[in-house]
C-alpha cells in the first residue's frame, strides 16, 4: 500500500477541481467569475481547515507521546524532527504561493479596492502571462519556478517519509504536483491535439487565463501542498481523521449566458464541497433538464427570450434531508444574423456563371443547419456553410432564400451579362490591338483576351478558344480570301484584313458558350 486513502475532504477538493477544470473550458463572464472566486475561497477554506487538523493531530501526537512516557525515546525524536521538517518545507512552498498570488492581484488584477475585492478579476491576462510564463512567453516566468519548487517538494516528501514505511512508493505516494500536459494521464481528450498536449504546465495553467481563474488554480495547488502535508505526516507517525464536509451550495454554470434566436442554453447544475462517500441522494430541479451523471446535472433547451435561470438540489447531507437552491443566472437571447459572403462578386452576379458564397450566422455556430432556395437561378451546391448558382440567360436579378433555425433572410443580387472578350493579334508572341494593324507581310495568330475585371472575379468562367471561320484580304473593292499565311505573303501597305471568328466561352463545368465579339475584326496594314 502506497498511502492512506483519500479522505472525505480529500475527495471534496477532488470533485472542486473537477468543477474548476470545466469552468476553465466555459466562456468567461461575470457569472463565472464568480464561480472561480467562490470555488478558491472554498479551496483556502478547505486549506485552512486542513491546517488547523494537523495542529491538532500533532498536539495529539506529543499527547499521547507523553503520556506513554516516549517522549525521549529516539523513535519518537526522529518522528518529531521529520514532521517539523515536513512543517517548515511546507511553510517555504505555500509562501512562495502567497507572493505569487499577491503579485498576480496587484500586477494583474489591479489591487484591491475598499471594501477588498478585486478591482479587475475578470481580466488581467497579458499581464499575468507575462508574470508567470515571462515576456513574450520566454518560459523565465514565476509559472516555471512555481513548477520546479512544487515538483522537488513531493520529491523531497517523498524521501523523507520513506525512512519510515519501508514499503511506500514516494513516486506514487507523492507524484509531482505540476506536469506538463503530455505527462498527465487524465489529459486523454487531448489525443491528437497537439497544441494543447505540447502546453508545459505554465502554458496549461495561466495562458489566456483571467486573474479569478489563475487565483482557483493557486488555491487547488495550495491544496494539493496541504494535503501532501497531511499525508506525509500521518505516514511518519501522526494520526489524521478528518472532518466530514458540512459547507455545501448548489451552484449552475451555462457554456454561454447569451445565445442566438434558435439556439440552445446548456450548462451544468451541481453540488460543491460533497464527497462520494455520502449518500447524498440527489435530486435536482431546473428548467432543461436532460439527465444526471457523476452527481452533474445537465442542462439544455431552447430559449424564447431572454431570462432567468434557477435551479434546487434536494439530498441527504450530513444525514438529513437538505434543499439547496443556486442563485439566478440570466440569459440573453441576441438577434441572429445570416451572412452570405463572396467579397469579390457581391452584390453582382453573371447570367450563367457559377457562383459560390459562404454562408454563416456567427450567433448561432456550428448548429445553424440552413435551406436554400433561389429565382432565376438554378442552386447548383448546399452545404451547411455554403451554397452555390447558376444565374439565369435573361435574369436581371437573383432572390437567394436562406431559412433555417427558426430564421428567414433573402439576399438580392443584381445579374449583368458577361462582358465580351477581345480579340487580339499574337505576333512574335506579343499580344496586339487589332486596330493597331499589322505590318506588310508579317503573319500573325489570334488570342482572346477576357474582359479584365470578370477574369479577376471568375477566372474559372473567363476562358476562351476560338476558330476562323472567314478571312478576307481587302483593297478597295478587291477582295482575296485564303489563310493567314497565304494572304500576308501578298499583303500591302493600304490593305486590311477582314476576320470573321466564332468565340467560345468555357465555363468552369467544361461546356462550350457561345460569346458576342465583333464581327468582323477589322486589321489595317501598314
Known amino acids: 500500500m502506497a498511502g492512506p486513502k483519500e ?14 477544470t470545466a469552468l476553465l473550458a466555459l466562456q468567461v463572464s461575470s457569472s463565472i467569475i464568480d464561480k472561480f472566486l467562490y470555488i478558491k475561497r472554498s479551496l483556502d477554506a478547505s486549506a485552512e481547515d486542513t491546517e488547523a487538523d494537523i495542529v491538532e493531530y500533532i498536539k495529539g501526537f506529543k499527547e499521547d507521546a507523553e503520556k506513554e512516557k516516549m517522549t525521549e525515546t529516539e523513535e ?20 512562495i504561493l502567497s507572493k ?34 515571462g515576456p513574450a512567453n520566454s518560459k523565465s516566468g514565476e509559472g516555471y519556478r512555481l513548477q520546479r519548487e512544487m515538483n522537488l517538494y513531493a520529491q523531497e516528501l517523498g524521501k523523507i517519509v520513506a525512512g519510515f514505511k519501508k514499503d511506500i512508493k514516494p513516486e506514487v505516494a507523492f507524484p509531482a504536483l505540476c506536469l506538463d500536459n503530455k505527462d498527465r494521464k487524465d489529459l486523454v481528450k487531448l489525443k491528437g491535439n497537439e497544441e494543447e498536449i505540447n502546453k508545459d504546465y505554465a502554458q496549461a495553467s495561466f495562458q489566456a487565463t483571467p486573474v479569478a481563474a489563475a487565483l482557483a488554480v493557486l488555491a487547488h495547488l495550495r491544496t494539493e501542498v496541504k494535503r501532501y502535508e497531511d499525508n506525509a505526516i500521518k505516514i511518519i ?24 434566436q434558435g439556439q440552445k442554453i446548456k450548462g451544468k447544475m451541481f453540488i460543491i464541497a460533497s464527497s462520494s462517500k455520502l449518500d447524498m441522494q440527489p435530486k435536482f430541479e431546473v428548467t432543461g433538464l436532460k439527465e444526471v451523471k457523476g452527481g452533474v446535472a445537465e442542462i439544455e433547451f431552447t430559449p424564447s427570450g431572454n431570462g432567468v435561470i434557477k435551479g434546487k438540489v434536494t439530498a441527504i447531507l450530513n444525514g438529513k434531508e437538505t434543499v439547496l437552491e443556486t442563485e439566478p443566472v440570466e440569459y440573453k437571447v441576441a438577434k441572429p444574423n445570416i451572412i452570405v459572403d463572396n467579397p469579390q462578386a457581391r452584390p453582382v452576379v453573371y447570367e450563367e456563371c457559377y457562383h459560390k458564397f459562404n454562408v454563416s450566422c456567427p450567433e448561432i455556430g456550428a448548429s445553424f443547419a440552413p435551406n436554400f432556395s433561389a429565382t432565376n437561378a438554378q442552386i447548383v451546391e448546399r452545404s451547411s456553410n455554403s451554397v452555390a448558382f447558376i444565374p439565369s440567360k435573361g435574369a436581371k436579378t437573383v432572390d437567394l432564400t436562406v431559412q433555417g433555425n427558426g430564421l428567414k433572410d433573402v439576399k438580392q443580387f443584381n445579374v449583368r451579362k458577361v462582358p465580351s472578350p477581345e480579340p487580339v493579334m499574337v505576333i512574335g508572341g506579343v499580344e496586339v490591338p487589332a486596330e493597331k494593324g499589322v505590318k506588310a507581310r508579317i503573319p ?36 482575296l480570301a485564303g489563310d493567314i499565311n497565304s ?37 489595317p496594314v501598314r
Open 100 to 133: 505569487i498570488e499577491n503579485d498576480i492581484i496587484d500586477k494583474a488584477g489591479g489591487g484591491r479596492d475598499e471594501n477588498g475585492k478585486i478591482k479587475n478579476a475578470g481580466g488581467g491576462e497579458t499581464q499575468i502571462e507575462e508574470l508567470m510564463l
Open 237 to 260: 507517525g501522526a494520526k489524521v481523521i478528518p472532518p466530514t464536509p458540512d459547507v455545501f451550495s448548489a451552484q449552475i454554470a451555462l457554456e454561454s449566458a447569451v445565445v442566438a
Open 444 to 479: 500573325f495568330t489570334f488570342k482572346i483576351r477576357p474582359n479584365e475585371e470578370f477574369a479577376s472575379i471568375l477566372p474559372n468562367e473567363a476562358r476562351y478558344e476560338y476558330q476562323i471561320n472567314r478571312i478576307k484580304l481587302v483593297k478597295g473593292t478587291q477582295e
Open 76 to 95: 519518537y525524536k526522529k518522528k518529531l524532527a521529520a514532521i517539523e521538517q515536513v512543517r517548515s518545507m511546507t511553510k517555504t512552498k505555500l509562501e
Open 7 to 20: 479522505s472525505p475532504r480529500q475527495q471534496m477538493i477532488n470533485l472542486m477541481y473537477l468543477v474548476l
Open 487 to 523: 494572304l500576308a505573303s501578298k499583303s500591302e501597305p493600304g490593305t486590311r484584313y477582314e476576320v470573321s471568328l466564332s468565340v467560345y466561352r468555357i465555363n468552369s463545368r467544361g461546356q462550350r458558350v457561345l460569346a458576342t465579339v465583333k464581327d468582323p475584326v477589322i486589321i
